[in-house]
């Protein structure tokens, strides 16, 4: 498949803009299936924080698999809680069908060796399990679809493990078999402190309202894409630098067919909105 990504621009049904994005990009009807279960993995650092995927956006990844006999929203644990609580943002989604997994907790679990590290990663991240990875946009280097990847690490203290992130993320990515699917959650653009994902309830002092989401089925082409729709340099993403270079995904734009929204369009969009920041 090649690596489209969709940028759709959406007002109070995210659900109908994300399945237009997702029909722009060659949908997933693959994925979609009674045989597969789907890990969506959020990211939120602090439950108390802004700067993670509304519940809308979740709400309207769920609906895409309504096929799937069971859907995890995942976390781990970190310093400032347990996964299980942070999850609780999303809590008005549970079902029988749709369950919190807390992957701290998770005692079947698959050891794999990651930047010289041997590591025990819960089971439900592995193929056959369909992965999808949502995260906001932000101006952080680290990114934001391959950043999310770190809260897979069930250790409480991750802070160790900082400065090996740039090989780090890309091992687990090859790990458990790559992201099948990257939405970033661009209802607001996160500039500045409020971009950093230790940042909390200050974080809202630093974003725009831009009503976005960034869609594929190449996470790393996703995280190209919203990395210049934020105003980053791409030569100055050690992590994206890193996955790209192991030809994990597409990371030269000119490859990637943006779809929906123009890019043009888009940063224009996006570089005249955040000067309401400065």
Known sequence: ???KVAIVEFERDVCKSLKKALEL????TDLNTSKRSVVIKVGVFDQNAENHSSVGVVDAIVK???????????ESDNYRGKGTERLQIWKELFTDRVVPFNLSDDTETRKVKVADEEMQLSHILFKPNVF????????FERGTILKNLFG????????????KLDTLLPDIYEAIGGIDLAVIDGTYLYRGAGANPHATKDASRYRVKMNNLIVGRDAIAVETVGAILAGLKLDKMPILKEAIKRHLGEGNIDNIEVVGSSLEKAREKFSAATHTLK
């Open 1 to 3: 498949m090649g690596s």
């Open 25 to 28: 990009v060659g949908n997933v």
């Open 64 to 74: 895409s698999f309504d096929k799937a006999q069971k859907i995890y929203l995942a």
């Open 132 to 139: 999808v990875s949502t995260h906001i946009l932000r101006t």
């Open 152 to 163: 897979l690490v069930p250790n409480v203290s991750k802070a160790p493990l900082h400065r």
